[in-house]
């Protein structure tokens, strides 16, 4: 299996409401992430999990919380968010940190209205 | 402060014409990689350069990293409709993380037939 698998692919929702975002891989990658990309721009950052533990949070605001229940899966749970915060949501995974290639999955196209 | 700057940001060329994208650096970077997005898809790993001056080639696509490890192309012979999307680079830049991949702001590639 050499894919990242991102569920689901599209959500709409509330401000007031709360999701979450699901990511899985069995590539048996050390590292994984999550990235915003807005409409024609690159990916940013947003947190890195490694070896289960958050290494890195870019500033990302409160409502977006990461979890990583084991070394295969990863979610992002959303609560109260912003039209702003309309985005393509993409996970990511990698063998470890600092090199080799990242493994994306197909995203999930979040819309908040 | 530090990025990872590409140029351009848009390309049109006429299919059987070469294309070339370009990336920059301010500071040395441990590693290049690259990456293809297609329209509405996710960013999918072509190629990661590690050593000073080295050259790698995918059938018609083409990647070079400086002598510096400061720059690094992308050159695409003879554009076929199948090359469409948009091409980025993405780097470790010094003082961040290992796990901090920074990716340039891409180059949008479209072929017309």
Request: with cysteine; glycine share 10%; aromatic share 10%.
């Amino acid at each position: 299996d050499t894919e990242v698998t991102q569920t689901p692919k599209h959500l709409v929702m509330g401000m007031t409401n709360k999701k979450s975002l699901k990511c899985e891989q069995h590539m048996g990658h050390r590292a994984m992430y999550w990235y915003k990309q807005k409409a024609k721009k690159p990916p940013e950052l947003m947190f890195v999990y490694s070896y289960e533990k958050l290494s890195i949070n870019e500033s990302v605001p409160s409502r977006f919380s990461p979890e990583c229940p084991n070394s295969s899966l990863l979610n992002l749970h959303l609560h109260a968010l912003q039209p702003e915060d309309s985005a393509l949501y993409l996970c990511a995974s990698s063998l470890d940190g600092g090199g080799g290639g990242y493994t994306f999955g197909s995203g999930t196209r979040l819309t908040v209205v | 402060g530090q990025q990872v700057m590409q140029i351009p940001q848009y390309q049109h060329v006429q299919e059987g014409e070469d294309f070339t994208t370009y990336c920059n650096s301010s500071t040395t970077l441990s590693n290049i990689q690259w990456y293809k997005q297609r329209p509405g898809g996710h960013p999918v790993f072509l190629i990661q350069l590690v050593k000073s001056g080295e050259v790698k080639k995918q059938k018609r696509l083409t990647f070079q990293f400086g002598e510096a490890k400061k720059n690094s192309s992308l050159h695409i012979t003879a554009t076929q409709t199948t090359d469409v999307g948009t091409y980025f680079c993405a780097g470790f830049l010094p003082g961040a993380g290992s796990y901090q991949l920074t990716f340039g702001k891409g180059t949008k590639l479209s072929v017309i037939p």
